[in-house]
């Protein structure tokens, strides 16, 4: 299964849910979410170091590209055209430029933001997980309260 937020959102606002009537069925079941989650998260984790690394390597390849020592070799089986410039003659302060609006470095940017965003939101779920059992009880002596004992 391909992980992604929406499904993360999706499954927690179920998974969330504490029946007041299933306390005890509730209180059961919270190591089989943790375990989930915490699989969820340690897999966003690795995705994340991943795309980090191919990151890496897309940054240094672009800097050949737009530096002009990649070879054309190279050049034709990443499908990049031999002058990234048009023929104009860019200065090295305008560099910066060209990095922040290449299509591949955005993409790649966006989707370690992403994975960052994924990873904040398993470590709010896994970390609510880690207090269910205090709301549990809280939910148990408020019944208790109610019931007058």
């Not at 800097?63 to 020592?69: T, V």
Request: one cysteine or more; proline letters at 3%; a negative charge.
């Amino acid at each position: 299964m391909k992980l992604d937020l929406e499904l993360i959102l999706s499954e927690w606002k179920t998974d969330c849910q504490i029946p007041t009537h299933q306390l005890d069925e509730t209180s059961r079941q919270t190591p089989m979410l943790h375990a989930k989650y915490l699989h969820y998260l340690s897999t966003a984790k690795l995705s994340l170091k991943r795309a980090e690394h191919s990151q890496k390597d897309l940054l240094k390849d672009k800097w050949l590209y737009y530096n002009g020592k990649m070879d054309e070799d190279t050049l034709k089986s990443k499908g990049w055209e031999p002058d990234p410039f048009n023929g104009l003659k860019i200065l090295k302060g305008e560099m910066e430029h060209y990095y922040d609006s290449d299509p591949e470095i955005q993409r790649s940017e966006e989707k370690i933001a992403y994975l960052k965003t994924m990873i904040d939101t398993l470590n709010e779920i896994v970390n609510n997980l880690n207090w269910r059992h205090q709301t549990i009880g809280n939910m148990i002596r408020w019944k208790q309260f109610e019931a007058g004992a």
